[in-house]
């Protein structure tokens, strides 16, 4: 499994309104995503800053892949109307996370 780091800003005022977007995510994102092999995707947000943490089997493939219905499609499309800049999935290689440290991981 990979983790993946994406960001995103939204437009100033947008806040609210893209939270409420998220409230009720359509079961075809879900199970879009969980065919193209993502187990989590969470996000942060603080102000209009927005932080994308992404476990996925293939990242390079998931990105490089076409959605798998109609609903997952158009979601990028709902999103942009709350975004000034996208995740950028140009260059798959550079959101990859290299693990540094971990708590758990640390015998303590």
Do not use: C
């Amino acid at each position: 499994m990979q983790i993946v780091a994406l960001y995103t800003r939204l437009r100033p005022g947008q806040e609210l309104e893209y939270e409420k977007a998220h409230r009720v995510v359509p079961a075809e994102i879900a199970d879009d995503l969980r065919a193209r092999g993502v187990s989590e995707w969470r996000i942060f947000r603080r102000g209009v800053h927005l932080f994308h943490v992404v476990h996925v089997d293939d990242y390079r493939a998931f990105a490089a892949g076409p959605a798998t219905n109609a609903t997952a499609e158009g979601w990028g499309a709902v999103m942009e109307q709350f975004l000034e800049i996208q995740n950028d999935m140009d260059d798959p290689d550079r959101n990859l996370l290299g693990q540094v440290w971990a708590l758990t991981e640390n015998g303590q």
